[in-house]
Structures are given as C-alpha cells and as structure tokens.
C-alpha cells in the first residue's frame, strides 16, 4: 500500500480528531476569500463617485491586514499539526517498528498535509464564493445600489491570493512535519502514551512575589491609560503598552506556580464530588499551557477592542444620520462673496435648481473669540490645544438669521432675552471648555456691554450637512448687536437648499453642476482649493456609509480570525491534554464514578479554561475602551459601549462555538459520549 492510501485511511479513521482542524481551516480560507473579493464583486461596480475613494481605501487596507491574518493563520495551522502529531505519536511508532523508515511516516504526513489542504482550500473557497455574493448584496442595500442587474461574481484575483497565501501556509506545515517526525526516537514514539505528564513545580514564593508584582504592573498600565489617557504622551502610551503585555505573560506564569495549592486551602469546596480531580486538571493545564493563555488573552483584547469601537462607530454614524443630519439637498459656505451673487454670475441662477433655499450671512469682528468664549479655562483649553488660535475671531449671527435656518431644518428656535448669548457647536472637545464657561456666567463684553449665555450649554447643532461633529462654533446675538459700528462685518455666507429633482440620480446631476459652477477644486489629499465649500445629502449619506461599511469589514476580518484562532489554539490544547486524560477517566471509572460525573467534570474542565484568558482579555478591554473613548471625543463620537451587542453576539457564536466544538471532541476522545 502506498503512503497516499495510507494517509487517505489514516483521514477516514481520525476525521473527528481533524473536526476542529478541519473548520478552522474551512473558515479562515471562506473568511480570506471573501474579504479579498470586495473590490470584484458586482455591487463595487455600481458605487457612486462620493464612495468611491472610501472604498479603494477599503479593498487597500484589506490587502495589508490580510498580511497579519494570513501570518496568524499560519502560526495556528503549525500549531494544530503538533497537535496531531502528538495524537498519534504511538501510531507513528508502530508504522516504525514494523519496518517502516522516517522517510516514509513522512512522506505520509506529507500526504495528509496535502488531502487535507486540498479539501479545506475547496471547500472554503466554495463557502467563500457564496458568503462573497451575500457581502456584495449587503454593500448593495447600504449604498442604496439598484441591484436589478445584479449578477453571480467570481473574483479571480481573490481566489489567486488565497490560494497562494494557503500553498504557503501548508508548505511551512509540511517542513514543520518532516523536522518533527525526523527528531523522535522509537522508544519515545512507543512509550509516548504511557508517560504521565507532570506539573512541573514552581517555587512557591517566587511565584507569588512575581504574580504580586505582576498585578500592580498591570494595574499601573491600565489605569495610567484608561484613566489619564489624554495627559499620556507616546513614549509613555507604547511604554505602557509594552509594562501590560509582559505583565500578562508574567501573570498566567507566576499563577500557575500557586494556585493549585490556593484552592486547596478550601478543603470543603476542593473535596466535594469531583472537584478535586477538576482542580488537579485545570492546574496542569494552566501550567503546561501559560505562555499559550497569555498570547490567547492579548489576542483576544485586540478582538474585543476592535469590535467594541468599530461598532460603536457605526452605531453613531447611523444615530447621526437617523437624527436629522440631512433635512437639506446642500450647504454652500462661502467666503467674502455671497453664494447667489457666484451662481448668478455662472450662469446658474438659483431659481433653476432650487426648490427651497434661503442664504444667511456669518459676520465676524474682534471682540468674539474663541478665547473669550473660554472663559476663565482658556489656560486649560490652550494646554489641550497648543496649536489652536485662540485670539481669531469667532463667527456670530443675528438671531434672526439662524431662526430662518432653524425653521428650515425643523429645530427649537433661539430666544434671547435682552443682553444674552447662545453658542453653536458640535465638536464636543471644544465645547468641554465654553460649557464650563456658561455655567459659570461667563459673559462678553461688546462695546463695553456685558452679555451672558442664556443656556447653561453649547447647542450641539449644526449649519453645514456633516456625517459628523465638524460646527466649531458660532455665537448668536440680538440683532442690534450685530452691526459696524460694534466692528462686526458679513465674513461669510451660509446657502441651504432643496433640489426641485427627487430622483437620487438626477440629485447626483445637480451636485456635479453646482461643484462646477462654483469653482469648487479637490486637492490631492482631499482638501478644498478655494473659499467655497460645499456638502450635499448624497455625499453625507454616501460617505457616512461607506465608512461605516470600511470599519465594519476591517473590524469583522480581524477580530473574527482572531476571535478564532484564539479558540482553536485553546481547543487543540485541550484536545491535546485530554490524550493525556484518558487513563484517569478509565480509572474514575473503575472506582464507580458515573459518566454523568465525568461529562459534567470535563465540561467544567474546559469552561475554565476558556474563560480565564477571556476574563483577563475583558479587563484588558474596559481600559482599552475608556482610552479610546476619550481618544475619540477630539472627533466628538464613539460611545464605545454601543457596540457591546454585537460584540457579546460574535463572542458566542464564534467563541462558544469552539466551546462546544472542544467539549464534543473531548468526550469522543476520552470515551464519554
């Protein structure tokens, strides 16, 4: 019989040893494979040209993540076949003792290394062609793409780069297999199921000294960056980065060298029912196993963090948008000139287009600025700011004029009540400073007349359509206030419109003409050229989705192949020790304990043991979360526990799933189904 029968058999006969191998395997090629077809896929063909760089950007910051994802899972298929090999150590002896030379138990491996390659990579790209049409779909409805012509997609150029990045993978396994089964000797591969593998023993007070020294370290990191996040600089944030991940490491091995005589003290507890052989288990796995747990809970903090703030992001953006961030076709903002008077001299008269429209001035002077809209904190605002110009004028407008505005877009209309104020702004980290600044009475003087703030806070509204917080503020104030004799003069004006078209096309039309007819240039990074500015409702709409669908893609590649490496990498451990297991089993057997005991015994043992790298992973996250959460206000968006949810529901399916999957497989291992 030649070694590829052999190693077809050897498939056959272990396919639930290679359950868990075999769906890590299937999933991260469906996964590659249909993050990499995005740019192909028939939706992307459709996209407006608002979206199109958001998406170009997307399909470029897939490419460079699918580097990291492809070395991850690598690492985990190297991983998982010195597993295997370990499975069947006595099985590679008995080929060797009845003549069979290293060679050829290689090349065996070899040929299941490469059936199983060729079934997972077909499989895969098979579930990955199909989920790829669901994405494009997905992208389709939230775009608001007509998806009439919609067509089945293949993407060559994803099915290249999966096929190649997996070759790859399994030529390191193969190399990995060849060096392992080259090393062992006879005698060991024979007795390999007969050796009990001991706890190796640590010292007792060394350990706890590091484990103490371990917790404050960590401590010191996470609340030093989830707590003073704002006032830490680089050196300290990466410095800091670096105190938690060796404290992690440090943590699980320094916990390994006394917890097991900890739980011993509660001898009530620890001799009840099983619990003293579950105790015993789950000591030598977390000693065998720390330096694994520790990568698994840093892995997983990346996980969580990524879904927690990606989704947080989409659930403002969609909040935003749902609150009335588009009751207009376009704003134009213009400076000097008033918008009208531009149109008008181009040929394009705002009657032609317009349905609705009105056009207010900004007026400017020298005796509104941001510093005295500060207040008694402009020292503390110019720490935060350093660069800020806080001496330039603020923009002010007569109340009635944003009255118009506010009418226009169907919010509460400013009532000032003789000398009184009302700031305007969305960007919460400013606001932080002038809010301080109303509460405490702040008032500003105009020609030598006091006025106060007739709210105790900023109004978070806006004037120019925004996908996010962008008003850096304007100060309204009675009309007779605002005039050239108080120094005041129109700076700026500020156009709304409703487009006569209804049609998203032949909205579409009207943008590209009026960009044109105001002269509106885009730089190379972006920027415009120019002082007209102009946002329309389908490039809020548009690129507010296409930033959400670019987060919400990168947030699900990583943290899903995340998520699961770090579940495989604990179910092939635990799989791995319960080889080890399964002549206590026997012996709990023999000494009459029910095999509803042992389940329940196991299933407590790997609960355990996915839960202590998760718990860990959790805290490392609620600081995580707490630092980019104050990161983001300077952006003025993210609650980060908007995206708890989906987090919670990823963890279970994906995570419990491997739970349930390793708890499965133990039982078959170990005789207890």
């Known amino acids: 019989m030649n070694s590829f029968s052999i190693a077809l058999k050897n498939i056959k006969k272990s396919r639930k040893d290679y359950a868990v191998y075999f769906l890590t395997l299937i999933l991260g090629v469906a996964i590659f494979y249909m993050f990499n077809s995005i740019g192909g896929q028939e939706a992307m063909k459709s996209i407006s040209r608002s979206t199109n760089d958001t998406i170009s950007l997307l399909v470029t910051l897939i490419e460079v993540v699918s580097v990291a994802v492809a070395i991850v899972l690598g690492l985990l298929m190297v991983y998982a076949n010195n597993f295997l090999i370990k499975r069947r150590k006595n099985e590679f002896g008995l080929y060797m003792l009845l003549g069979m030379g290293k060679k050829k138990v290689s090349k065996i491996l070899v040929g299941e290394t490469c059936i199983v390659g060729v079934i997972s990579l077909g499989i ?7 989920g790829s049409q669901f994405l ?4 389709g409805k939230m775009f608001e793409l007509d998806l009439s012509g919609y067509r089945f997609t293949f993407s060559m150029s994803a099915l290249i780069k999966t096929v190649i990045n997996f070759a790859v993978m399994f030529l390191a ?13 006879l005698i060991d591969l024979l007795n390999a199921d007969k050796k009990l593998e001991k706890i190796k023993i640590k010292n007792r007070v060394v350990s706890i000294v590091i484990f103490v020294l371990s917790v404050a370290a960590l401590g010191y990191a996470c609340v030093r960056v ?36 900890v739980i011993r003290k509660f001898k009530k507890n620890y001799s009840r029912g099983l619990n003293a052989f579950i105790t015993r288990q789950f000591c030598k796995n977390v000693n065998s196993s720390s330096l694994s747990m520790a990568l698994i809970c840093l892995l997983l903090f990346v996980a969580l963090v990524a879904f927690s703030t990606g989704f947080s992001f989409r659930n403002y953006i969609n909040e935003r948008l749902g609150k009335g961030a588009t009751p207009v076709d376009v ?11 531009i149109l008008d001299r181009n040929g394009y008269k705002v009657d032609e287009w317009a349905e609705d429209y009105f056009e207010i001035p900004i007026y400017y002077g020298d005796q509104v600025t941001m510093g005295t809209l500060a207040g008694n904190y402009l020292d503390e605002a110019k720490q935060m700011f350093r ?31 003789g000398n009184q104020y009302v700031i305007i702004s969305d960007f919460e980290l400013l606001n932080q400073f002038s809010n301080k600044a109303m509460a405490d009475n702040n008032f500003v003087t105009i020609s030598g007349i006091d006025y106060y703030p007739a709210e105790s806070a900023a109004r978070e509204e806006f004037m120019m359509l925004s996908g996010i917080g962008a008003n850096l503020g304007v100060v309204i104030f009675p009309d007779e206030v605002i005039c050239e004799e108080n120094g005041f003069t129109a700076g700026a004006y500020l156009l709304a419109a409703d487009y006569k078209v209804k049609d998203r096309a032949d909205r579409l039309e009207v943008d590209d003409i009026l960009e044109d007819k105001l002269g509106i240039e885009i730089d190379e ?76 015994a196991l299933f407590v043992q790997v609960l355990l043991n996915f839960l202590l790298p998760l718990l860990l992973a959790t805290l490392h996250t609620y600081f995580g979360a707490l630092y980019l959460k104050e990161l983001f206000r300077a952006l003025g968006f993210i609650k980060v526990s908007g995206g708890l949810l989906f987090t919670v529901i990823i963890m279970v399916v994906v995570y419990g799933g491997y739970f349930i999957t390793t708890y499965v497989n133990c039982k078959h291992v170990i005789n207890l189904d």
């Open 525 to 600: 990074d972006g920027d415009v050229v120019g002082s007209v500015y102009m946002t329309t409702k389908n490039a809020v709409v548009d690129t507010s989705t296409g930033t959400t669908v670019m987060v919400v893609f990168i947030v699900l590649y990583i943290g899903i192949v995340f998520i699961m490496a770090c579940a495989a990498i604990l179910a092939l451990r635990i799989l791995s020790d319960s080889i080890d297991s399964v002549k206590k089993y026997e012996i709990l057997s023999r000494i009459g304990v029910t095999k509803h005991m042992q389940r329940r």
């Open 331 to 341: 704003t134009v903002k213009s400076q000097d000139e008033k918008v009208t008077d």
């Open 387 to 417: 660069l800020a110009k806080w001496g330039s004028p603020e923009g002010v407008m007569k109340v009635s004029d944003y009255n118009i505005l506010e009418r226009k877009f169907g919010r509460e209309e400013v009532k000032l009540e």
């Open 173 to 185: 396994v193969l190399i990995f297999n060849t060096a392992t089964v080259s090393k062992y000797k």
């Open 136 to 139: 494009s779909i997905i992208i």
């Open 124 to 130: 895969g790209i098979f579930l990955g062609i199909f």
């Open 226 to 261: 989830g707590f003073y996040g704002s006032k830490v600089t680089k050196d300290e944030f990466i410095a800091c980065g670096f105190i938690g991940m060796i404290s992690t490491f440090t943590f699980f091995w320094s916990l390994a060298g006394f917890i097991f005589d």
